[in-house]
């Protein structure tokens, strides 16, 4: 069985021809429950988004901020299992038919097994990864592996990153770029600013593939302001933030098809 990397990129392509950005949505998995989690991310879909990153929670996840280690520990303490993040992949993907990517740190990957993970992740219709904290130049298993599986290969440029760094790695990328809009952790930033502009346009100087900006976008102004430059916003704090404030479950969910909503609107997609 392939993955669905031909989707996701024929899903890029026609956001592109359709003059707007993308909307990647990122929620864990496993959070509040399995079941929950699962519903949430077909919320997102319905709500406008055009691609959902679901999250593997983990117990040290050095990149996020508190908002998404919150969801982690409360995914973590519910026993939530790489098993459980294929499920939800699957289901999510069986519902929407939309491309449906996994975010997880490489240790957890390592552990399990790369070819079995791969193998996995393809069977449940995922359309590929994103590895934030493995180095390219340690990624040839991953990528001989997700190649073979028909899964992209997401890899995270940072404003540090200099350009012949920017180059090896979207050189041995697939799917998008993702660009780390600023510097640290995940969270919602008052302003994304600048220095993501000036990301995107160093990364797009060595790539063809779609540039998307994360960490730090929260509402739709800020949604507005990245559509504007990049090819797509990816938002992960603010869903999971509002579920976190949601009074239970059945809100938390309605809360993530309403976020997707205003976020779809900011970028310039339909709700």
Not at 22 to 28: D, G, R, S, T, W
Not at 152 to 174: C, H, W
Not at 188 to 216: F, N
Request: proline share 5%; hydrophobic share 45%.
């Amino acid at each position: 069985m392939s993955g669905n990397i031909q989707l996701l990129n024929d899903t890029l392509a026609a956001v592109r021809s359709e003059d707007r950005a993308a909307l990647i949505a990122y929620l864990p998995a496993g959070f509040p429950t399995v079941d929950v989690g699962i519903e949430a991310v077909k919320a997102a879909f319905e709500g406008g988004a055009d691609v959902v990153e679901v999250g593997l929670p983990h117990s040290d996840p050095v990149l996020d901020g508190p908002v998404i280690q919150t969801a982690d520990d409360i995914a973590l303490r519910g026993g939530v299992r790489i098993a459980d993040v294929m499920r939800t992949v699957r289901e999510a993907h069986a519902a929407t038919g939309k491309p449906v990517l996994v975010m997880t740190y490489w240790n957890p990957i390592d552990r399990y097994g790369v070819e079995r993970f791969t193998s996995e992740l393809a069977e449940a219709g995922g359309a590929g990864c994103i590895l934030p904290d493995l180095p390219v130049e340690e990624a040839g298993l991953w990528r001989e592996h997700a190649e073979k599986r028909g899964l992209a290969t997401v890899f995270v440029v940072a404003p540090s990153s200099k350009d012949a760094r920017l180059a090896k790695i979207t050189a041995a990328g697939s799917g998008f770029v993702y660009a780390a809009s600023l510097m640290g952790v995940t969270g919602t930033r008052e302003s994304v600013g600048e220095q993501a502009q000036d990301l995107v346009r160093r990364t797009r100087a060595t790539t063809a593939l779609p540039v998307c900006v994360g960490l730090g976008v929260s509402n739709p102004a800020q949604a507005a302001e990245v559509a504007a430059f990049a090819d797509g916003v990816i938002v992960g704090s603010a869903f999971v933030k509002r579920m976190l404030d949601a009074p239970d479950d059945g809100a938390a969910v309605a809360a993530v098809r309403e976020l997707a909503g205003e976020l779809a609107r900011g970028v310039g997609g339909k709700s």
